[in-house]
């Protein structure tokens, strides 16, 4: 089934259910309403013969007919529960007792002459506008067979003459003289033959004009209908694109944020929400200004502005402790008619392309320093190495003064340092080859911190701990290279507390990833320290080359691997390998 099949089957199906719970309340209303109709026709007569008791009136067709509408109404409202379910067949039920109620009025109210024989056209019409057309041509064919019987059983005497109403000599009010003129001429209309040209006119007039009748308002009932059908279509169409329409908005990875013409918030997307942090709640109704993409002077200048011309803008956006990029686009929200209603804020969080492009040029950096570094080592190494080892010789075969032996000192240190440094660079620049091996790095993070807790540069006002979860974890690395990692980050870990401090090594399993969370309580980093962390030649402390942290910024990603730092300055620092 295609779509448009599948569209109008659900149309139909609809529109079959709401005509059904539609017909059992109108068939409800009907019982209410022929009741009323009756009650209305009788009751006066019922106090007019209670007000006058000395005179001869007789109303006993009148009674009639409302116990028999009483007695019926009785049975609709039975059948309406009994038959909840086929409320077509209870409309039938109810037409062809109305029916069988009015030829009984027409009946005993002048045959051919009779005024009721309109209800019959009525009856037609209600049942053409309620059912189908097929129902009101039955309907229609009913009516006309009664109407004809009642007709032809008077003409042919078929049935006995029915009594007219009598009314007696004296009446209370004029609305009855208006009864007794009607009745009188009904009564000397009986005792007049009617010619057979008439009495065919008759049944042929109410016969084209009960299918007529049944005809027009069953087209205009289906027109009606088909309207109904296909305006029910529309909706669900509208409908479904509505739904469609928001999914792709609420699916779109940008965040979208629409506003009038003054500025307020109408709408924003789920992703302008995440981006934000702000739920939609609180973005409806705001200013653009108020959600922090726009400062008052922007939004100003950009009204005023050929939007189509306004280029692509970045802003920092600060959502909490965090400080976010955003990039966005402002542009006009059009009609139709090409009439400005509002405009579009397209915008997306540019943090993490920011952080990519930040590594692109780390990386590129690295390579280039550590092309620099070897070539340096080089050139430094073996004149150093020569200065040293004079030094040391000069040192032992001098008997000079203690100054100089003190400068002597100073410079076969500050020797040893530079070659540390000329070392570290020959590392950096070029690092040994991986040997992968299988090991226990719950183990070898465990031995790394007894040695750590042994070295000189852990004093008693510094706090180490390990928490490891669970206990043995193996994987493939380089051990040699884990340990050189481990190392630099508590190292760094340490001199960031001098006066002491709470250093805890975290090392745990995430799925099929081990992480090892090096966490202190140190001084902590700025945002412009965290953004060089990793560059060489970039110490935060004395004496320290900015070596180690790019060395271990390497060996993670040699590993494919994944570092993150989490840094507040006075608030410590936070560093997880992945």
């Not at 049935?159 to 003129?181: K, M, Q």
């Not at 409806?284 to 008052?296: E, I, Y």
Request: glycine share 8%; net charge negative; charged share 20%.
């Amino acid at each position: 089934m295609s779509n448009g099949d599948s569209d109008h089957f659900s149309a139909t199906s609809e529109l079959s259910f709401q005509r059904s719970t539609k017909l059992s309340q109108q068939l409800r209303w009907m019982i209410s309403l022929r009741l009323v109709v009756v009650t209305s026709v009788v009751l006066p007569y019922l106090l007019l013969q209670l007000a006058s008791p000395t005179e001869t009136i007789s109303f006993n067709f009148l009674y009639l007919l409302a116990g028999a509408t009483y007695a019926a109404s009785l049975l609709y409202i039975a059948l309406l529960r009994w038959l909840r379910e086929y409320p077509s067949i209870q409309a039938h039920i109810q037409f062809f007792g109305d029916l069988l109620l009015i030829t009984g009025m027409v009946y005993y109210f002048g045959g051919t002459n009779s005024p009721f024989s309109i209800l019959y056209f009525v009856i037609i019409i209600v049942a053409s506008a309620m059912l189908h057309r097929r129902s009101g041509l039955i309907v229609a064919t009913v009516a006309w067979v009664l109407y004809s019987s009642a007709i032809l059983a008077l003409y042919f005497s078929w049935l006995p003459e029915s009594s007219p109403l009598p009314v007696g000599a004296t009446v209370i009010e004029e609305g009855i003289e208006g009864l007794s003129e009607l009745t009188g001429e009904l009564e000397a209309s009986r005792g007049e033959a009617i010619p057979v040209w008439r009495l065919v006119y008759n049944l042929v007039i109410h016969f084209f004009g009960f299918y007529l009748v049944a005809l027009l308002t069953s087209h205009l009932a289906q027109s009606a209908t088909r309207a109904e059908r296909e305006l029910l279509e529309k909706r669900e169409d509208l409908a479904t694109l509505q739904v469609v329409h928001r999914d792709i908005i609420e699916s779109v990875p940008s965040g979208l944020i629409t506003c009038n013409l003054d500025g307020r918030v109408t709408s924003a997307n789920r992703a302008a929400q995440e981006i934000l942090g702000l739920p939609e709640a609180v973005l409806v109704g705001q200013h653009v200004t108020k959600t922090g993409l726009l400062s008052d002077l922007h939004w100003q200048e950009q009204r005023g502005s050929d939007l189509a011309s306004q280029d692509r803008r970045e802003i920092e956006y600060q959502r909490g402790a965090s400080l976010r990029y955003i990039g966005f686009s402002l542009t006009e929200l059009t009609t139709t008619k090409g009439e400005r209603s509002g405009y579009i804020i397209i915008f997306q969080d540019l943090t993490e392309w920011r952080k990519l492009q930040e590594e692109v040029k780390l990386k590129d950096r690295l390579a280039a320093v550590g092309q620099l570094a070897s070539g340096i080592a080089h050139e430094v190494g073996n004149p150093l190495a020569a200065i040293s080892g004079s030094v040391q010789m000069l040192a032992t075969s001098l008997d000079g003064e203690p100054s100089e032996k003190k400068l002597l000192d100073i410079i076969l240190k500050e020797s040893q340092r530079l070659d540390r440094t000329v070392k570290s660079f020959l590392q950096f620049a070029r690092p040994k080859e991986r040997s992968n091996v299988r090991f226990d790095i719950a183990k070898l993070l465990s031995e790394n911190l007894d040695l750590l807790r042994n070295s000189s540069e852990v004093s008693s006002d510094h706090d180490l701990s390990l928490d490891l979860d669970p206990s043995s974890v193996s994987l493939i690395a380089d051990p040699d290279q884990i340990s050189q990692i481990f190392w630099n980050l508590a190292r760094n870990a340490l001199r960031a507390m001098p006066d002491g401090g709470t250093l805890h090594i975290k090392g745990m399993l995430r799925d099929t990833d081990y992480l090892v969370r090096f966490s202190d309580t140190g001084r902590g980093m700025a945002e412009k320290e965290r953004e060089n962390l990793f560059h060489p030649f970039h110490s935060f402390f004395d004496g320290g080359s900015g070596i180690g942290m790019a060395i271990v910024y390497r060996i993670v990603e040699e590993h494919g691997g994944k570092l993150a730092v989490e840094s507040a300055e006075g608030e410590g620092t936070t560093i997880t390998v992945a």
